[in-house]
């Protein structure tokens, strides 16, 4: 049996782990330029990794933009480990560290073709579609209290 373990990253010893894995799924994957990738919000944000049998697998990034919102980014589960509920655990995992940190909204921008993912997570989507990247995305929200 596989084991699953998820946690902050630390900096900024994994964050090569961390940029490993979005440069594997959004630069190789998804053909995204680099320079939209990593930005100037690296720094202001924390990381969580996924760690299947010690290999890491996934990771997503989250920041405050005020003391009730913060705003979820970067999430991204390595092609080999998907289908494996990682994606879920990752963001369950987030959803504790806001919730810990008595966040009362979560926001984020889901590429369209996922958007059912996030919204059996509990986001609801808000407004039109708008492209981010080169890709469609929808912007979505859920409510922590």
Known sequence: MSELMIRLAERPAEFPVVYKIRYRVFQVEQGIDPSLEFDDQEDASEHVLAYLDGKPVGTARFRLLDAQ??????????????GLGIGRKLMEKVLE???????????????????????????????????????SHVKMRKLLK
């Not at 919102?69 to 998907?82: H, I, P």
């Not at 909204?105 to 509990?122: D, I, R, S």
């Open 97 to 135: 560290l806001l919730a810990v940190a008595q966040v009362s909204v979560v926001l984020l921008h889901a590429q369209v073709p996922v958007k059912g993912f996030y919204e059996k997570m509990g986001f609801m989507p808000e407004g039109e579609e708008f492209e981010e990247a080169g890709i």
């Open 69 to 82: 919102t913060a705003k979820v980014e970067r999430m991204a589960v390595l092609s080999e480990a998907r």
